[in-house]
């Protein structure tokens, strides 16, 4: 049992400007925990990313599960106050992680291209209109608000998982029913010949929530 | 690592050269097997270019076969224990600004730019 990270250092202040962690985290960190012996023993990443890492407690648990240090952990966010905070947690749980700014992972490609070996995403997975999405000029808005069917962003960062992914990269992606969790399934097998499956479902309230788990064929 | 990603800006975008920058060095723990790790996936010219423009010449032009440890403890003051705190990093093709703050480069482009 790995304990979830220590997020003492945050102050209620700190939440107006980043997302707290909720069922849809511990989720991630769930799966992430029931892989852990896949992905130390089978995976040995030697460059991991998560793509919105907010307070930054996924990539510091991942951190914790690969424990030797020996993996490059990047995070990005769009939001630069959650990029500080990502970097602020690692550190109080004694892990080292690599933050940027950017908008999913602007910048990072062609250089990172197929050599992330483990990546995560907790999207923005909401339902809203396109309108909440791209008119809101609040940055936790965006940590949160999907547009349509919650797939709006989602459908942006699907084509880049295949660029990023390298031969033995696993891609762990957060969604809820609403998003169409088959026909992401679809679309990363016809499009891409990435091959999927459920790892992990639980409902939160009305809400259920699922980890996706996609990897490449020559596996 | 990180290119410029300004739409149109697609030759020579890369490294970006730092400028104006404030080094921090923090010591840690020295991880042979990381370095190793990551050797293979370090684009060496690039490493050694960008380390020039911060002063840093102890890093040789080809990267040596024989990866003994004296040089992967060198190899490991360069690329865990030196920070750059504050900066910027501008694309040598479109002149682009990217700043680096409390350590962390911002990427994010104005809605004009992408």
């Known amino acids: 049992m790995i304990p979830t990270p220590n997020l003492d250092h945050l102050s209620p202040g700190d939440y107006e400007h980043v997302y707290e962690p909720a069922e849809d985290t511990f989720l991630l960190l769930d799966a992430l925990e029931?892989?852990?012996e896949f992905l130390r023993n089978e995976i040995k990443p030697c460059i991991c990313l998560e793509i919105g890492s907010g307070t930054?407690?996924?990539?510091t648990f991942l951190?914790?599960?690969l424990g030797d240090g020996t993996?490059?952990?990047i995070c990005t966010d769009i939001n630069p106050y959650a990029s500080a905070i990502t970097n602020k947690t690692g550190y109080h749980n004694s892990i080292q992680l690599d933050s940027i700014t950017t908008n999913l992972v602007n910048g990072l490609l062609p250089r990172?291209?197929?050599s992330i070996d483990i990546l995560c995403f907790n999207p923005p997975y909401v339902v809203t209109t396109s309108d909440d999405l791209y008119l809101s000029k609040s940055i936790l808005e965006k940590a949160w608000a999907g547009g349509i069917d919650g797939r709006e962003i989602i459908d942006k960062m699907l084509p880049l998982v295949d660029k990023l992914l390298s031969d033995k990269g696993v891609f762990y992606l957060l969604l809820i029913n609403e998003n169409k969790p088959n026909e992401v399934c679809e679309i990363m097998k016809n499009n891409y010949h990435l091959q999927s499956e459920v790892l992990l479902s639980r409902l939160a309230g009305r809400e259920k929530q699922l980890i996706l788990k996609f990897w490449r064929n020559t596996r | 690592m990180l290119q410029c990603h300004v739409k149109g800006c697609n030759s020579n975008?890369?490294?970006l050269q730092l400028s104006d920058v404030e080094i921090e060095i923090q010591?840690?723990?020295f991880n042979p097997k990381f370095l190793r790790n990551m050797l293979s996936k370090l684009e060496w010219n690039a490493l050694v270019k960008t380390a020039l423009e911060i002063n840093i010449t102890t890093l040789p032009n080809v990267l040596p076969n024989d990866l003994d440890e004296e040089f992967l403890k060198m190899l490991h003051r360069v690329l865990l224990e030196t920070h750059i705190k504050q900066g910027q990093m501008i694309c040598p093709n479109c002149n682009h600004t990217y700043p680096i703050k409390d350590g962390i480069p911002n990427m994010l482009l104005s809605?004009?730019?992408t």
């Open chain 1, 56 to 59: 930054g407690c996924v990539s």
């Open chain 2, 27 to 29: 010591e840690t723990d």
């Open chain 1, 63 to 65: 951190g914790k599960i």
């Open chain 2, 13 to 15: 975008n890369f490294p």
């Open chain 1, 112 to 114: 990172l291209y197929h």
């Open chain 1, 71 to 73: 993996a490059l952990l």
């Open chain 2, 111 to 113: 809605e004009t730019e």
């Open chain 1, 34 to 36: 029931k892989d852990a």
